[in-house]
Protein backbone atom coordinates (compact mmCIF):
# COMPACT_ATOMS: atom_id res chain seq x y z
CA UNK A 1 0.00 0.00 0.00
CA UNK A 2 1.45 3.73 -1.09
CA UNK A 3 2.13 5.99 2.07
CA UNK A 4 0.30 8.90 0.83
CA UNK A 5 2.63 12.00 0.75
CA UNK A 6 2.18 14.66 2.87
CA UNK A 7 0.13 17.88 2.07
CA UNK A 8 1.74 21.34 1.79
CA UNK A 9 -0.36 24.47 1.95
CA UNK A 10 0.44 27.80 -0.17
CA UNK A 11 -1.39 31.20 0.27
CA UNK A 12 -2.94 32.65 -2.88
CA UNK A 13 0.29 34.95 -3.36
CA UNK A 14 2.72 32.15 -3.51
CA UNK A 15 0.88 30.55 -5.86
CA UNK A 16 0.49 33.34 -8.33
CA UNK A 17 4.14 33.37 -7.82
CA UNK A 18 4.95 30.19 -8.67
CA UNK A 19 2.97 30.41 -11.34
CA UNK A 20 4.80 33.50 -12.78
CA UNK A 21 8.48 31.38 -11.68
CA UNK A 22 7.62 28.97 -13.93
CA UNK A 23 5.89 30.73 -16.55
CA UNK A 24 9.56 33.11 -17.30
CA UNK A 25 8.12 36.01 -15.64
CA UNK A 26 9.62 36.78 -12.55
CA UNK A 27 13.57 36.65 -12.08
CA UNK A 28 16.31 36.77 -14.47
CA UNK A 29 15.39 34.76 -17.39
CA UNK A 30 18.21 32.52 -18.87
CA UNK A 31 19.24 34.87 -21.91
CA UNK A 32 21.59 32.87 -23.15
CA UNK A 33 19.13 29.16 -24.08
CA UNK A 34 17.06 32.31 -25.93
CA UNK A 35 13.90 31.35 -28.02
CA UNK A 36 14.40 27.52 -27.70
CA UNK A 37 15.56 28.04 -24.10
CA UNK A 38 12.10 29.29 -23.35
CA UNK A 39 10.00 26.99 -26.02
CA UNK A 40 11.61 24.00 -23.62
CA UNK A 41 11.39 25.78 -20.61
CA UNK A 42 7.12 26.43 -21.57
CA UNK A 43 6.75 22.52 -23.03
CA UNK A 44 4.42 24.31 -26.03
CA UNK A 45 4.16 27.95 -27.75
CA UNK A 46 1.18 27.90 -29.53
CA UNK A 47 0.43 28.90 -33.07
CA UNK A 48 -2.29 31.08 -34.69
CA UNK A 49 -2.89 33.00 -37.66
CA UNK A 50 -3.94 36.09 -36.06
CA UNK A 51 -0.84 38.93 -36.61
CA UNK A 52 -2.03 42.08 -35.22
CA UNK A 53 1.22 42.88 -33.36
CA UNK A 54 2.87 40.00 -34.15
CA UNK A 55 2.23 36.53 -34.12
CA UNK A 56 1.85 34.40 -31.20
CA UNK A 57 4.63 32.19 -31.26
CA UNK A 58 6.80 35.55 -31.63
CA UNK A 59 4.98 37.49 -29.00
CA UNK A 60 5.82 34.59 -26.40
CA UNK A 61 9.38 34.71 -26.02
CA UNK A 62 8.67 38.62 -26.58
CA UNK A 63 7.17 38.45 -23.37
CA UNK A 64 9.76 36.48 -21.78
CA UNK A 65 12.64 38.03 -22.73
CA UNK A 66 12.20 41.72 -24.11
CA UNK A 67 13.02 42.66 -27.41
CA UNK A 68 14.55 39.74 -29.50
CA UNK A 69 14.62 40.33 -33.19
CA UNK A 70 11.59 38.87 -34.83
CA UNK A 71 14.23 36.64 -37.25
CA UNK A 72 16.26 35.38 -34.38
CA UNK A 73 12.74 33.89 -33.53
CA UNK A 74 11.87 32.49 -36.68
CA UNK A 75 15.85 30.84 -36.72
CA UNK A 76 15.26 29.61 -33.50
CA UNK A 77 12.06 27.64 -34.07
CA UNK A 78 12.97 26.19 -37.33
CA UNK A 79 16.77 25.91 -38.18
CA UNK A 80 18.27 22.60 -38.01
CA UNK A 81 21.73 21.92 -36.72
CA UNK A 82 24.48 19.63 -37.77
CA UNK A 83 26.76 17.92 -35.74
CA UNK A 84 30.36 18.78 -37.45
CA UNK A 85 33.93 18.20 -36.71
CA UNK A 86 36.56 21.02 -38.12
CA UNK A 87 37.76 18.75 -40.62
CA UNK A 88 35.01 15.98 -41.15
CA UNK A 89 31.41 16.06 -42.52
CA UNK A 90 28.82 16.17 -40.48
CA UNK A 91 28.60 12.91 -38.15
CA UNK A 92 24.77 13.04 -38.45
CA UNK A 93 22.29 14.61 -40.70
CA UNK A 94 21.16 17.92 -39.24
CA UNK A 95 18.42 17.80 -36.77
CA UNK A 96 15.37 19.85 -35.89
CA UNK A 97 15.09 21.64 -32.61
CA UNK A 98 11.66 21.64 -32.82
CA UNK A 99 8.51 20.32 -34.55
CA UNK A 100 4.58 21.15 -34.67
CA UNK A 101 1.82 19.04 -33.64
CA UNK A 102 -1.49 19.47 -31.51
CA UNK A 103 -0.62 20.26 -28.27
CA UNK A 104 -2.60 22.56 -26.34
CA UNK A 105 -3.80 23.78 -29.79
CA UNK A 106 -1.67 23.52 -32.70
CA UNK A 107 1.46 24.12 -31.03
CA UNK A 108 5.37 24.23 -31.54
CA UNK A 109 7.23 21.41 -29.31
CA UNK A 110 10.66 20.80 -28.27
CA UNK A 111 12.14 18.08 -30.92
CA UNK A 112 12.62 15.45 -27.74
CA UNK A 113 9.07 15.54 -26.74
CA UNK A 114 8.15 13.93 -30.13
CA UNK A 115 8.04 10.44 -28.44
CA UNK A 116 5.67 11.51 -26.11
CA UNK A 117 3.14 12.32 -28.77
CA UNK A 118 2.93 8.83 -29.50
CA UNK A 119 -0.25 8.27 -27.74
CA UNK A 120 -2.12 10.95 -30.05
CA UNK A 121 -0.81 9.69 -32.90
CA UNK A 122 -2.32 6.15 -32.18
CA UNK A 123 -4.99 8.16 -30.99
CA UNK A 124 -5.51 9.54 -34.33
CA UNK A 125 -4.65 6.42 -36.47
CA UNK A 126 -7.75 5.12 -34.72
CA UNK A 127 -10.36 8.33 -35.27
CA UNK A 128 -13.02 6.91 -36.88
CA UNK A 129 -14.60 10.38 -38.15
CA UNK A 130 -13.01 12.85 -39.95
CA UNK A 131 -14.41 16.54 -40.93
CA UNK A 132 -12.40 16.45 -44.40
CA UNK A 133 -12.75 13.24 -46.53
CA UNK A 134 -9.73 11.55 -47.51
CA UNK A 135 -9.85 11.44 -52.10
CA UNK A 136 -8.61 7.54 -52.83
CA UNK A 137 -5.32 7.46 -53.50
CA UNK A 138 -4.50 11.31 -52.43
CA UNK A 139 -2.42 9.71 -48.75
CA UNK A 140 -0.22 7.66 -51.07
CA UNK A 141 0.93 9.86 -53.36
CA UNK A 142 1.63 12.54 -51.00
CA UNK A 143 3.70 10.34 -49.09
CA UNK A 144 5.02 9.43 -52.99
CA UNK A 145 6.14 12.62 -53.86
CA UNK A 146 7.49 13.67 -50.29
CA UNK A 147 9.88 10.61 -50.48
CA UNK A 148 10.71 11.52 -54.10
CA UNK A 149 11.08 15.17 -53.83
CA UNK A 150 11.98 16.29 -50.65
CA UNK A 151 10.40 18.51 -48.16
CA UNK A 152 7.11 20.37 -49.64
CA UNK A 153 4.50 23.07 -48.33
CA UNK A 154 0.63 21.59 -49.52
CA UNK A 155 0.98 24.25 -52.32
CA UNK A 156 3.70 22.26 -53.99
CA UNK A 157 2.14 18.83 -52.92
CA UNK A 158 -0.67 20.17 -55.48
CA UNK A 159 -2.31 22.83 -54.18
CA UNK A 160 -3.69 23.86 -50.59
CA UNK A 161 -7.20 24.34 -51.35
CA UNK A 162 -10.26 23.32 -53.89
CA UNK A 163 -11.79 27.17 -53.79
CA UNK A 164 -10.94 30.53 -51.82
CA UNK A 165 -12.67 29.15 -48.28
CA UNK A 166 -10.26 28.32 -46.17
CA UNK A 167 -11.78 25.53 -44.72
CA UNK A 168 -12.31 23.92 -48.27
CA UNK A 169 -9.03 21.67 -48.74
CA UNK A 170 -7.89 20.05 -51.60
CA UNK A 171 -6.82 16.30 -51.25
CA UNK A 172 -3.00 16.85 -50.99
CA UNK A 173 -4.02 19.09 -48.00
CA UNK A 174 -6.23 16.63 -46.77
CA UNK A 175 -4.13 13.81 -46.99
CA UNK A 176 -0.69 16.09 -45.66
CA UNK A 177 -2.50 16.75 -42.82
CA UNK A 178 -3.65 13.18 -41.95
CA UNK A 179 -0.32 12.14 -42.46
CA UNK A 180 0.59 14.81 -39.89
CA UNK A 181 -1.71 13.56 -37.15
CA UNK A 182 -0.53 9.91 -37.97
CA UNK A 183 3.43 11.08 -37.67
CA UNK A 184 4.15 9.53 -40.95
CA UNK A 185 4.93 13.48 -41.93
CA UNK A 186 6.13 15.91 -39.64
CA UNK A 187 6.40 19.29 -40.05
CA UNK A 188 10.09 20.98 -38.41
CA UNK A 189 9.96 24.15 -40.46
CA UNK A 190 7.06 27.23 -41.90
CA UNK A 191 8.08 29.46 -44.62
CA UNK A 192 6.44 32.67 -44.10
CA UNK A 193 2.96 31.00 -42.85
CA UNK A 194 3.17 27.88 -44.75
CA UNK A 195 3.75 23.95 -43.22
CA UNK A 196 6.51 22.60 -45.02
CA UNK A 197 5.69 18.81 -44.48
CA UNK A 198 8.43 15.82 -44.63
CA UNK A 199 8.73 12.69 -44.11
CA UNK A 200 8.96 11.72 -40.15
CA UNK A 201 11.67 8.93 -41.14
CA UNK A 202 13.65 11.69 -42.34
CA UNK A 203 13.07 14.97 -40.51
CA UNK A 204 12.80 13.34 -36.81
CA UNK A 205 16.37 12.21 -35.06
CA UNK A 206 16.59 8.38 -35.14
CA UNK A 207 17.48 8.22 -31.79
CA UNK A 208 13.53 9.88 -31.30
CA UNK A 209 11.95 8.02 -33.82
CA UNK A 210 11.17 4.90 -33.06
CA UNK A 211 10.92 5.44 -29.30
CA UNK A 212 7.13 4.46 -29.71
CA UNK A 213 6.71 4.81 -25.42
CA UNK A 214 2.96 2.75 -24.33
CA UNK A 215 0.30 5.35 -23.53
CA UNK A 216 1.16 5.22 -19.75
CA UNK A 217 4.65 6.57 -20.16
CA UNK A 218 3.25 9.53 -22.70
CA UNK A 219 0.92 10.75 -20.62
CA UNK A 220 3.18 10.22 -17.19
CA UNK A 221 5.72 12.61 -18.83
CA UNK A 222 3.08 15.69 -20.61
CA UNK A 223 1.43 15.58 -16.72
CA UNK A 224 4.96 15.94 -15.13
CA UNK A 225 5.94 18.15 -18.20
CA UNK A 226 2.64 20.29 -17.39
CA UNK A 227 3.06 20.31 -13.80
CA UNK A 228 6.44 22.31 -14.22
CA UNK A 229 5.53 24.65 -16.65
CA UNK A 230 2.78 25.43 -14.75
CA UNK A 231 4.33 25.20 -11.42
CA UNK A 232 1.26 24.93 -9.18
CA UNK A 233 -1.92 23.66 -10.58
CA UNK A 234 -5.04 21.93 -10.44
CA UNK A 235 -6.24 18.33 -12.09
CA UNK A 236 -7.86 20.74 -15.14
CA UNK A 237 -4.99 23.25 -15.40
CA UNK A 238 -3.02 20.10 -15.84
CA UNK A 239 -5.28 18.43 -18.36
CA UNK A 240 -5.60 21.77 -20.12
CA UNK A 241 -1.71 22.13 -20.76
CA UNK A 242 -1.47 19.37 -23.19
CA UNK A 243 -4.98 19.17 -23.88
CA UNK A 244 -5.44 15.48 -21.49
CA UNK A 245 -8.44 14.18 -20.66
CA UNK A 246 -9.32 14.21 -16.95
CA UNK A 247 -8.93 10.68 -16.48
CA UNK A 248 -5.91 10.33 -18.32
CA UNK A 249 -4.28 12.83 -16.13
CA UNK A 250 -5.78 10.64 -12.45
CA UNK A 251 -4.26 7.69 -13.87
CA UNK A 252 -1.09 8.58 -13.66
CA UNK A 253 -0.39 11.81 -12.02
CA UNK A 254 0.18 9.58 -8.36
CA UNK A 255 3.65 8.40 -10.15
CA UNK A 256 4.38 11.86 -12.30
CA UNK A 257 6.90 13.36 -9.84
CA UNK A 258 4.36 16.35 -8.75
CA UNK A 259 3.27 17.04 -4.86
CA UNK A 260 -0.16 17.11 -3.79
CA UNK A 261 -0.87 21.26 -2.18
CA UNK A 262 -3.49 23.13 -1.12
CA UNK A 263 -3.92 26.44 -2.22
CA UNK A 264 -5.89 28.73 -0.54
CA UNK A 265 -9.00 29.86 -1.84
CA UNK A 266 -9.03 27.24 -4.76
CA UNK A 267 -11.54 25.11 -3.28
CA UNK A 268 -9.91 22.06 -5.30
CA UNK A 269 -7.11 19.81 -4.53
CA UNK A 270 -4.04 20.91 -7.09
CA UNK A 271 -0.67 19.24 -7.43
CA UNK A 272 2.59 21.35 -7.92
CA UNK A 273 6.52 20.64 -8.75
CA UNK A 274 8.35 19.97 -6.17
CA UNK A 275 11.67 22.06 -7.65
CA UNK A 276 8.81 25.06 -7.51
CA UNK A 277 8.48 24.94 -3.79
CA UNK A 278 12.40 24.41 -2.61
CA UNK A 279 12.97 28.11 -2.98
CA UNK A 280 10.79 30.90 -2.45
CA UNK A 281 9.94 32.88 -6.02
CA UNK A 282 12.02 36.45 -5.81
CA UNK A 283 13.00 38.94 -8.70
CA UNK A 284 12.30 41.19 -11.00
CA UNK A 285 9.05 40.73 -12.84
CA UNK A 286 8.32 41.80 -16.23
CA UNK A 287 6.22 44.00 -17.88
CA UNK A 288 4.92 43.60 -21.12
CA UNK A 289 1.78 43.05 -23.02
CA UNK A 290 0.53 39.12 -23.34
CA UNK A 291 -0.45 37.08 -26.47
CA UNK A 292 -4.39 36.10 -25.28
CA UNK A 293 -2.02 32.81 -26.42
CA UNK A 294 0.37 32.69 -23.79
CA UNK A 295 0.58 29.98 -22.00
CA UNK A 296 0.24 31.88 -18.67
CA UNK A 297 -3.10 32.94 -19.35
CA UNK A 298 -4.36 30.97 -22.18
CA UNK A 299 -6.88 29.10 -19.83
CA UNK A 300 -9.59 31.39 -18.53
CA UNK A 301 -10.76 29.92 -15.47
CA UNK A 302 -7.27 29.23 -14.05
CA UNK A 303 -6.34 33.25 -14.77
CA UNK A 304 -9.71 34.04 -13.07
CA UNK A 305 -8.21 31.77 -9.84
CA UNK A 306 -4.69 33.26 -9.85
CA UNK A 307 -4.79 36.42 -11.04
CA UNK A 308 -8.73 37.73 -10.62
CA UNK A 309 -9.04 38.86 -14.19
CA UNK A 310 -11.30 37.62 -16.37
CA UNK A 311 -10.52 37.65 -20.24
CA UNK A 312 -11.10 36.10 -23.41
CA UNK A 313 -10.03 36.56 -27.09
CA UNK A 314 -12.93 38.61 -28.75
CA UNK A 315 -11.28 38.39 -32.41
CA UNK A 316 -14.04 35.69 -33.37
CA UNK A 317 -17.02 38.16 -31.43
CA UNK A 318 -19.29 40.26 -33.94
CA UNK A 319 -17.58 43.68 -33.48
CA UNK A 320 -21.02 44.84 -31.97
CA UNK A 321 -20.96 42.59 -29.36
CA UNK A 322 -17.01 43.42 -28.41
CA UNK A 323 -16.01 44.68 -24.90
CA UNK A 324 -12.51 45.04 -25.28
CA UNK A 325 -11.71 44.74 -27.98
CA UNK A 326 -10.20 42.56 -31.46
CA UNK A 327 -7.21 41.26 -30.27
CA UNK A 328 -7.06 42.57 -26.60
CA UNK A 329 -3.95 41.90 -25.18
CA UNK A 330 -3.67 41.94 -21.15
CA UNK A 331 -0.93 43.81 -19.69
CA UNK A 332 1.42 42.19 -16.92
CA UNK A 333 2.91 44.19 -14.68
CA UNK A 334 4.20 43.69 -10.65
CA UNK A 335 3.09 40.06 -11.11
CA UNK A 336 0.07 41.02 -11.77
CA UNK A 337 -2.47 41.80 -14.78
CA UNK A 338 -3.32 45.50 -14.71
CA UNK A 339 -5.41 46.58 -18.05
CA UNK A 340 -5.64 45.60 -21.49
CA UNK A 341 -4.65 47.17 -24.78
CA UNK A 342 -6.13 46.52 -28.44
CA UNK A 343 -3.50 47.06 -30.67
CA UNK A 344 -3.07 48.09 -34.46
CA UNK A 345 -0.27 49.35 -36.48
CA UNK A 346 -0.30 51.72 -38.87
CA UNK A 347 3.09 52.88 -41.04
CA UNK A 348 5.15 53.14 -38.78
CA UNK A 349 2.51 53.74 -35.54
CA UNK A 350 1.46 51.84 -32.90
CA UNK A 351 -2.21 52.37 -31.99
CA UNK A 352 -3.33 51.54 -28.64
CA UNK A 353 -7.37 51.51 -29.93
CA UNK A 354 -8.91 50.76 -27.14
CA UNK A 355 -6.91 50.27 -23.29
CA UNK A 356 -8.80 49.24 -19.89
CA UNK A 357 -6.53 50.64 -17.36
CA UNK A 358 -6.77 49.11 -13.49
CA UNK A 359 -6.78 52.41 -11.87
CA UNK A 360 -4.29 55.50 -12.34
CA UNK A 361 -1.41 53.24 -10.43
CA UNK A 362 -1.73 51.09 -14.04
CA UNK A 363 -0.72 54.06 -16.16
CA UNK A 364 3.20 53.98 -16.10
CA UNK A 365 3.03 50.22 -16.52
CA UNK A 366 0.84 50.27 -19.87
CA UNK A 367 2.67 53.46 -21.07
CA UNK A 368 5.82 50.97 -20.94
CA UNK A 369 4.73 48.07 -22.17
CA UNK A 370 3.46 50.20 -25.08
CA UNK A 371 6.66 52.15 -25.48
CA UNK A 372 8.63 48.69 -25.57
CA UNK A 373 6.68 46.45 -28.07
CA UNK A 374 6.38 49.60 -30.32
CA UNK A 375 9.83 49.58 -30.45
CA UNK A 376 10.19 46.02 -30.84
CA UNK A 377 8.07 46.03 -34.18
CA UNK A 378 10.29 48.88 -34.97
CA UNK A 379 6.85 51.65 -34.45
CA UNK A 380 8.51 55.36 -34.05
CA UNK A 381 5.26 56.67 -32.07
CA UNK A 382 2.55 55.18 -30.19
CA UNK A 383 -1.26 57.06 -30.61
CA UNK A 384 -4.14 56.15 -28.47
CA UNK A 385 -6.93 55.90 -29.28
CA UNK A 386 -9.73 55.10 -26.73
CA UNK A 387 -9.62 54.68 -22.64
CA UNK A 388 -12.22 53.40 -21.11
CA UNK A 389 -11.76 55.37 -18.49
CA UNK A 390 -11.59 58.55 -19.84
CA UNK A 391 -10.18 60.68 -17.58
CA UNK A 392 -6.89 58.63 -17.34
CA UNK A 393 -6.40 59.09 -21.23
CA UNK A 394 -4.35 62.48 -21.02
CA UNK A 395 -2.08 60.96 -18.08
CA UNK A 396 -1.27 57.65 -20.30
CA UNK A 397 -1.03 59.88 -23.42
CA UNK A 398 1.50 62.26 -21.56
CA UNK A 399 3.74 59.03 -19.89
CA UNK A 400 3.56 57.64 -23.34
CA UNK A 401 5.46 61.37 -24.92
CA UNK A 402 7.93 61.23 -21.70
CA UNK A 403 9.20 57.66 -22.69
CA UNK A 404 8.72 57.89 -26.56
CA UNK A 405 10.40 61.03 -26.65
Not at 262 to 267: D, N, Q, Y
Not at 364 to 384: F, G
Request: glycine share 6%; aromatic share 8%.
Amino acid sequence: MTTPRPTTDLSADEARRITLRAQGFLGTPNRRSGVRGILRHLGAVQLDTISVLARSHELIPYARLGAVDRKTIETAYWTTTSTTSTDAPPVQPPHPHAFEYWSHAACILPIEEWPHFAFRRRAYRNRPHWNHELPDGAYDQVIKQLRTEGPLTATELGGAKKTSEWWDWSGSKVAAERALMYGEVVCVERRGWKRVYDLAERAIPQTLLHDELDDTECLRRLVRLAGQSLGVGTRADIADYHRLKGEQVDAVIADSGLVPVTVEGWGKPAWADPAALETPPRGRHRTTLLSPFDSLIWERARTERIFGFTHRLEAYVPKQKRVYGYFAMPVLAGGRLVGRVDPAREGSTLVAKQVTLDGPKAVPAVAQALAEAASWVNCTDVRVERVDSPHLREPLASELTRIVA
